[in-house]
């Protein structure tokens, strides 16, 4: 129960700090939302009027406490763009965003536990230079990159994958929640699956590789230290298979450090979605903040930067968790 | 919250409906909606945004392609003999979206609405000029409380969209962003913000019902995904893409390309600050530019070279003022003051740099071509929002590239604006231009208001007061079948489209 109380505690000192940074920095970095609306023609008194309307006529010390006052009520302000409250247009684009990096975090996942340990299980040097070197490409260039990449090689060779949006904007989205791609398979519309995989699956390729080259390394690296292990020259004595002693055996002790690595490229990829999403037009919550610092909406991206914050924080828990069960010394030093 | 926790109550739900048929349009748009009134905030004075605006809503008066006005949902409108008061007359037949008829008491209610301070229009200082409105049947009249020659130029501009008085009364500010209700020839039937905006045809326009039953503008900022959509056949139609890339695809099969001169200059802001006050210094600056080579080599030729801040389409524009290059004129006017290529002036030029077609490059041209009669200038790359910081602080460095538009075509919103000193995104104050240009503000005489800015930009450019460098072209590609008309104020409208 302390313990509990201590990790909500350090979140909420977290997430304040972080609230005074990003506050402070934005009405201090040249360039604020009145500049960005003002017309040709528009005389100082404009400017003061738009000033006193969005709140801004105000001391920074003064204008975060009212913000921070309404923030306590789950109240993020209106954005300045869009003309809505902060808090709605987070929880209608955030979806779509989480969407997008489960699905690159199950691409890389699977690829990286699958060449690992067919890496390690096949024991060739030929397969393993290959996988080494497919890792080493994949890891060198940014998610960015790939998704130009994946824009080009479309044009060239599969003009029938989409290169824009979550879905054919030709096509009534029917749907109660915005987890489209977890909303159709609950409701078993597989077709519907389909065609939003289609639409999900080069963005998630393009934040997904660096990630899964990643994973490969370190996986591919840890199994073959634990293959060294006495435990696997027991294993084989009692004459088990030797991809039986990989998946059986060794990857257990392996994920330890799998675990620790993922969750920090986690909170990478996350980041990643704010090119991503713009590059591929995805209505989530990374190319919402890319408009939004374009347009200078500080109540929005104040609002974005606390909820990634947030994410953060959770995925390090979420890992720490992992880390304990997947580590038993750490669950009898609790 | 409902939508973050629906599927975990594991709702039932329908199943997709596809509408795609050949009566669709789809443009691949280059930069996102962010919101629906086009009233109010950042959006309303974006230019690059009233393309979807003007498919959804109509303005008081209406522009042709070539800028020329013509009747909006005004079928006349003017001033009394002793412009103390205007009127205007709002047309018969159009019906809102929802069916009920746009009236007059609409007409009046966004006007006075603009007017407001607490609204937050940015253009407020210009609509609050009209004050106490009568109607009379489909006539409205309204007092002048301050005279603004341009006022019915600004009813075809930024925030100048008619609003439905008792619908957006009714659902308010929030309920209007997720349910907007125009009288123009597209209805929002589904919009994603920062994926696409789904129209649908409006039967029952007033002008006619446009030719295409469904328009999609997917947003999509990056160039390459838009040369993708349109090169793959996903979209129809596309704009704004590099101009390595319109060439390209505008000689494949199946696509076709048209290129137009539109409102929007590329210029360099002069500063009267430090070595700018020198005038032999900014004179150096302005007849040193090559801009023929920069068109035709850095822009591929899609470029119209300037030398006022008038494009040619605009009411002000003459062909007699002219700077001249002449790179010995400069080495000379610099010798005067005291400058040589050995003991070059120096000063700071700031550029965005991809906001603009080669908008960095240009000023790289610039600045090499400046080093060769003696100026040295250090290039400080610098965001759009810091630009706009900067220029309304009057803190901008002596030079500063900049793009300005101006879909009206008066010089009060590119002279005046950008040259009066008083003006918040002017950058050179001085005396004697705010002299010459303060008159005009309230001159009544439409001939002699337009000869009057004809010689403030003469003198301007006589002492290069600013350096106007070319007038943007826009590159279109679409596919095979369509047939496009551009329009010169930038605008990408589904209703010039039209199927061969």
Known sequence: ?334 | MKKLLGPLAGAALAANVAFADDSTLTIAYNVSLPSWDATVGVSAVNPTIQSIYKSVYDQYIDQNPDLSFRPGLLTEWGWNEDRTKVFMEVREGAFWHNGDPVTPADVVWSLERAGKEETGNPIQFLWSTLGNFTVDGNRVEADVLRFDPTIFKWMAFLTAYVLPKDYYTEVGAEGFEKSPIGSGPYMVDEYVANSFVRLKRYDEYWGGAPEFEMVIFKFLPDASARVAEVETGASDITLEIPYEEYDRLAAKDGLNGVTTPVSDIGMIFINDVGVMEDANVRKAAAHAINKDLIVDRLLRGYGVPIDTLQAPEYAAFTAETTVAYDPDKSKELLAASGYSTDNPVKFKIQTTRGFKPKDYEMIQAVTGMWKRVGIEAEIEVYEIAKHFDLRARDALAPAAFYNWGNSIGDPSTSTGFSMFGPSPHSTWDTDDVDAMIGPLWGEEDEDVRIAGYQRVDAYIAENAMVIPLLQFVQPIIYRDGLSVTPHVANFLLPQNVSSN
């Open chain 1, 1 to 334: 129960m302390a313990r509990l109380l201590v990790t909500i505690g350090s979140i909420f000192l977290t997430l304040l700090g972080v609230s005074v940074v990003i506050f402070v920095i934005l009405r201090l970095v040249p360039g604020d939302p009145i500049s960005m609306m003002l017309p040709p023609g528009a005389t100082d008194e404009v400017r003061a009027n738009l000033e006193r309307l969005y709140g801004l006529d105000k001391s920074i010390p003064a204008q975060y406490v009212i913000w921070l006052r309404n923030v306590a009520w789950l109240d993020f302000g209106m954005s300045t763009q869009f003309r809505l409250p902060v808090m709605e247009i987070i929880l209608d684009r955030l979806p779509a965003t989480l969407e997008l990096v489960l699905l690159a975090s199950l691409i890389a996942l699977v690829l990286s536990f699958a060449f690992s340990i067919l890496a390690v299980w096949l024991q060739v040097d030929s397969a393993t230079l290959a996988i080494d070197g497919l890792a080493g490409l994949a890891q060198a260039i940014p998610d960015f990159l790939w998704a130009l990449i994946f824009i080009l090689a479309v044009t060239l060779f599969a003009p029938m994958m989409p290169v824009s949006g979550r879905f054919d904007p030709r096509t009534a989205q029917d749907f109660a929640t915005n987890f489209y791609l977890l909303e159709s398979l609950v409701t078993l519309r597989f077709e519907a699956f389909a065609e939003l995989i289609r639409y999900a699956v080069l963005p998630a390729l393009a934040l997904g590789l660096p990630l899964a080259a990643g994973i490969t390394r370190v996986l591919k690296g840890a199994l073959e230290e634990a293959m060294a292990q006495d435990y696997v020259m027991l294993a084989q004595t009692k004459g088990k298979s030797r991809l039986a002693i990989v998946l059986g055996e060794a990857l257990r002790n392996a994920m330890i450090p799998t675990i620790a690595l993922t969750s920090v490229q986690l909170t990478f990829l996350i980041g990643g979605t704010v090119l991503i999403e713009r590059q591929f037009s995805w209505p989530g919550i990374g190319s919402t903040a890319i408009s939004a610092v374009i347009n200078r909406d500080l109540p929005l991206i104040q609002g974005i930067v606390l909820v990634f914050a947030l994410i953060f924080i959770l995925i390090n828990l979420a890992s720490n968790e992992l880390y304990r069960a997947a580590d038993p010394r750490l669950r009898t030093s609790r």
